[in-house]
């Protein structure tokens, strides 16, 4: 069997539940004024890790350096979400940590394109590819507790939701309780 990271990182397609077009790829120097506006926008900031100085500079560091990175790694894929038009809708991360079976995922959906099924979307497709191509046995999320956007998004995605983790995240210097939800092997239909 050959290892997926041996080949670029893919492109994957799927569609909103609505049957808009989404394409998930590496990001470009388009998507970097998409990237800004999404990294410093209120939301986005209180509920992610995304840092509080985000400016153009880390926006091109995200397209050269951050995105790729994860697939030179052999740690799992970051991707750009891009609408019909080819527009920056968003962008996801599946890391693949210690056990080469379990990943995480990390997202956020650019303010102007929320509500339109782009990251349920986009999270169930990184989700399959992940574990029919990659060989994951189980996929996790987490949020902050109280981050509703992000739980309706995970649920819509197939996600089962497993409980709180006290003191589960870190973020901005403290530890915050964190919701979990797993999709694994066995939930593929």
Same mark, same amino acid.
């Given at each position: 069997?050959?290892?997926?990271?041996?080949?670029?990182? #893919?492109?994957?397609?799927?569609?909103?539940?609505?049957?808009?077009?989404?394409? %998930?790829?590496? #990001?470009?120097?388009?998507?970097?004024?998409?990237?800004?506006?999404?990294?410093?926008?209120? $939301?986005? %900031?209180?509920?992610?890790?995304?840092?509080?100085?985000?400016?153009?500079?880390?926006?091109?560091?995200? =397209?050269?350096?951050? *995105? #790729?990175?994860?697939?030179?790694?052999?740690?799992?894929? *970051?991707?750009?979400? *891009?609408?019909? !038009?080819?527009?920056?809708?968003?962008?996801?991360?599946?890391?693949?940590?210690?056990?080469?079976?379990?990943?995480?995922?990390?997202?956020?959906?650019?303010?102007?394109?929320?509500?339109?099924?782009?990251?349920?979307?986009?999270?169930?497709?990184?989700?399959?590819?992940? =574990?029919?191509?990659?060989?994951?046995?189980?996929?996790?999320?987490?949020?902050?507790?109280?981050?509703?956007?992000?739980?309706?998004?995970?649920?819509?995605?197939?996600?089962?939701?497993?409980?709180?983790?006290?003191?589960?995240?870190?973020?901005?210097?403290?530890?915050? !309780?964190?919701? =979990?939800?797993?999709?694994?092997? $066995?939930?593929?239909?």
């Amino acid at each position: 069997m050959t290892d997926p990271y041996d080949r670029p990182q #893919p492109v994957l397609r799927t569609t909103t539940d609505r049957g808009e077009p989404l394409t %998930l790829r590496l #990001p470009d120097a388009g998507d970097a004024p998409g990237i800004l506006a999404a990294c410093t926008d209120p $939301e986005t %900031l209180r509920w992610t890790t995304v840092p509080l100085d985000y400016d153009h500079e880390r926006a091109l560091g995200f =397209i050269d350096e951050y *995105a #790729p990175g994860w697939w030179q790694r052999r740690q799992g894929a *970051a991707f750009v979400l *891009a609408d019909g !038009d080819g527009g920056y809708v968003g962008q996801i991360d599946l890391r693949v940590g210690g056990d080469p079976e379990v990943a995480d995922v990390g997202f956020l959906t650019a303010p102007h394109a929320r509500g339109h099924g782009y990251m349920s979307a986009a999270l169930r497709a990184v989700t399959e590819w992940g =574990i029919r191509e990659l060989g994951l046995s189980r996929v996790e999320w987490k949020a902050h507790v109280g981050n509703e956007g992000s739980r309706r998004v995970a649920e819509k995605a197939g996600f089962t939701y497993e409980g709180v983790l006290r003191n589960g995240c870190a973020h901005r210097g403290e530890r915050r !309780d964190a919701w =979990i939800a797993s999709f694994v092997r $066995e939930d593929l239909s």
